[in-house]
């Protein structure tokens, strides 16, 4: 399918590398294409970055059927453009709207009407380390219907946001706190995949962790809410008698690309890797007789987050001394030195945008 390119007439700026954030800061183009009942996915086109007008009954406002992807555009030293795993978002991305009943995409068409939108916009990618182009696939639900089904007409899009470095100040270990009342997720439900109202769903429990003096949530398991899942929107990892222990995928966690570059760096490493159940009693336990030595999470924006405080209900427990951990610190180098194209592409996992 061809993908038509309409140029804006005005462009902006980017900001200073030092200045930018993240998620405010857009560029001049967007990606769209719409989808039809009995037509398919259809129109392509990049275009000026701009309003959509929709109708206010559309159903993504009313129902919250949408999904989207998160991932990265990252700038080498010698002034390449890399894409990290990109394909393996867009392979979610469509197991997520199986998920929500909303139609596939062609991965195929969407790299390439992305990596064209990224080269368009190549400007607005930054170069200092950390920082990056961040980018958004987006599908929503736009038929103007208030009857509940699944939709006739969709659209996707792909925005893009330049993002500054996460850790400005170096890796400062986060604290976190564990809800007893909120749950994310529950097996049968939509947690395993990007759906926007998992994140409506957080941010209740997010505000508590904020009043209490934490940055994080963790969430524990909806059946029993004995077993930990995941930590804010990142993958949570353990170093529990020097073995890297994770949980493993319930159906109720999603499965986050650093994640499985976690995983499969660690296995080349020849680390002992377990997938299985923790609960948060082992976790103290393990912490008390000093097994517990690292705890990370893991995800495209942070990348990996070494975490330096657990609260449970009265329950605190202080992991290392402060400072990100030792095997934290080795995934956190070999995963960025990666992206950004200090580092061999020994797994296959880089794309390069010509
Ligand atoms: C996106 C996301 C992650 C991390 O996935 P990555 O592909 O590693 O960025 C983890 N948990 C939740 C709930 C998420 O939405």
Not at 87 to 112: H, Q, T, W, Y
Not at 209 to 225: C, R
Not at 302 to 311: F, L, Q, T
Not at 327 to 341: E, V
Request: negative net charge; proline residues 4%.
């Amino acid at each position: 399918m061809e993908i038509k390119v309409t140029r804006a007439t005005q462009t902006g700026t980017r900001p200073k590398d030092e200045d930018l954030g993240f998620g405010t800061v857009f560029t001049d183009h967007m990606f769209v294409m719409d989808y039809e009942e009995g037509k398919g996915w259809m129109d392509p086109r990049i275009e000026p970055f701009s309003d959509f007008s929709m109708s206010p009954a559309a159903m993504v406002f009313h129902y919250g059927q949408a999904i989207f992807e998160g991932l990265k555009a990252y700038k080498t030293p010698d002034g390449k453009i890399q894409l990290f795993r990109a394909r393996d978002n867009f392979a979610r991305m469509n197991r997520s709207a199986k998920g929500l009943c909303i139609p596939e995409i062609d991965v195929d068409l969407v790299m390439d009407g992305m990596k064209q939108l990224i080269k368009l916009e190549e400007k607005w990618i930054p170069e200092t380390l950390g920082t990056a182009l961040y980018i958004r696939p987006t599908i929503i639900a736009s038929d103007p219907f208030l009857g509940v089904r699944s939709s006739f007409t969709f659209k996707f899009f792909i925005i893009l946001s330049s993002v500054g470095a996460y850790y400005a100040q170096g890796l400062n270990p986060v604290k976190i706190w564990v809800s007893k009342d909120h749950v994310r997720a529950v097996r049968g439900g939509v947690g395993e995949f990007k759906t926007a109202g998992n994140y409506a769903a957080s941010l209740l429990a997010g505000e508590k962790a904020k009043e209490e003096g934490y940055v994080q949530v963790m969430w524990l398991d909806a059946l029993e809410m004995k077993y930990i899942e995941e930590v804010g929107a990142m993958n949570i990892f353990f170093i529990i008698n020097g073995e890297l222990v994770t949980p493993d995928l319930s159906g109720s966690i999603l499965p986050g690309i650093t994640r499985y570059s976690v995983l499969a760096l660690a296995e080349k490493w020849g680390m002992k890797v377990q997938e299985r159940k923790v609960s948060i009693d082992e976790l103290f336990e393990a912490h008390e007789n000093g097994t517990l030595t690292e705890v990370f999470g893991s995800g495209t924006a942070a990348v990996i987050s070494p975490v330096g405080e657990i609260r449970y209900g009265d329950r605190v427990m202080n992991i290392g001394d402060g400072t990100p951990g030792e095997t934290s610190m080795k995934f956190y180098d070999a995963l960025t030195g990666i992206q950004y194209g200090k580092e061999e592409d020994t797994e296959g996992w880089i794309e390069t945008i010509e």
